[in-house]
C-alpha cells in the first residue's frame, strides 16, 4: 500500500555497483529500524543490512560485510543500500522492510512492513 517503496534495481556486470533506495513516506524515522532483505529463487529470505533510524547504527550479514553500506536520509525518509563489488550470487529479489522497533537486525519477524522488492541480477 506504498509504506515502503524500493527502487534502484537492475543488471550489472560483476564488479559492478549498485545502489537502492527505499522511501518510507508515511513512516516519521527515529522510532524503528529499516532492513534489507533478499530472495532468489528457492532460497529463503535473508537479511542482508539494518539500520537504527534514531541513532543510525548499523548491521550487516556476513555476506555484505565490506561490500554493502546502508545509510539514510531522515529528512527524506530514506534508506540507502549501496552495493559494490557485485557477485553473481548476489543476484536476487531485494526487499526493504520497516522494524516493528528500533532493533536492527536481520531477522524478518521483526519487520512489520515489506515492500515489493526490487530485482538484482548480477551476471556477465
Known amino acids: 500500500d506504498g509504506e515502503v517503496v524500493e527502487s534502484g534495481g537492475g543488471s550489472v556486470q560483476p564488479g559492478g555497483s549498485l545502489r537502492l533506495s527505499c522511501i518510507t513516506p508515511?513512516?516519521?524515522?527515529?522510532?524503528?529500524?529499516m532492513g534489507w532483505f533478499r530472495q532468489s529463487p528457492g532460497k529463503e529470505r535473508e537479511g542482508v543490512a539494518a539500520?537504527?533510524?534514531?541513532?543510525?547504527?548499523?548491521y550487516y550479514a556476513d555476506s555484505a560485510v565490506g561490500r554493502f553500506t546502508i545509510s539514510q536520509d531522515s529528512a527524506k525518509n530514506t534508506v540507502y543500500l549501496q552495493m559494490n563489488s557485485l557477485k553473481p550470487e548476489d543476484t536476487a529479489m531485494y526487499y526493504c522492510a520497516r522494524g516493528a522497533t528500533t532493533w536492527r537486525s536481520c531477522l524478518s519477524s521483526t519487520y512489520d512492513y515489506w515492500g515489493q522488492g526490487t530485482q538484482v541480477t548480477v551476471s556477465s
Open positions: 508515511r513512516f516519521t524515522f527515529g522510532i524503528f529500524a
Open positions: 539500520i537504527a533510524t534514531d541513532i543510525g547504527g548499523t
